[in-house]
């Protein structure tokens, strides 16, 4: 019995769905070049998703800026916690993302308002 559970342990955390990628900030500094990205990895940030206006979920991406959310089919509005949705550092690349029966690679890029 204690084999078949830890055979079955590992497939189980692949099941399901949800979204998984890298989170990024964009542009980092005012004036870019061709040597130097204008983005970096948005590490530590708060997303939000919600269903209209209901909060279903949220995840901390890491140091790097990545992140995995299990989550039930649908479609989700994305916001970073503690901006405003329309103001700096708030703008979301995609804004709205979907769901569907299995896990999907998302990226999102923060729009940092530099110009």
């Not at 055979?7 to 040597?35: D, M, W």
């Not at 998703?49 to 901390?60: A, D, E, I, N, Y």
């Not at 949705?85 to 979907?98: E, F, L, N, Q």
Request: aromatic residues 6%; hydrophobic residues 40%.
């Amino acid at each position: 019995m204690l084999l078949a559970l830890t055979l079955v342990a590992p497939a189980a955390a692949t099941t399901g769905q949800g979204l998984y990628g890298i989170v990024t900030r964009s542009p980092t500094k005012p004036v870019c070049s061709a040597e130097e990205s204008c983005s970096g990895p948005a590490g530590h940030v708060k997303l939000r998703f919600l269903r209209g206006t209901t909060f279903v979920s949220s995840v901390v991406t890491d140091a790097r800026g990545r992140y995995r959310l299990r989550l039930p089919r649908g479609v989700y509005t994305v916001r970073v916690a503690g901006a405003p949705a329309t103001g700096i550092g708030g703008r979301i690349d995609p804004a709205t993302v979907r769901v569907r029966a299995v896990w999907r690679h998302q990226n999102f890029d923060i729009d940092t308002g530099i110009r």
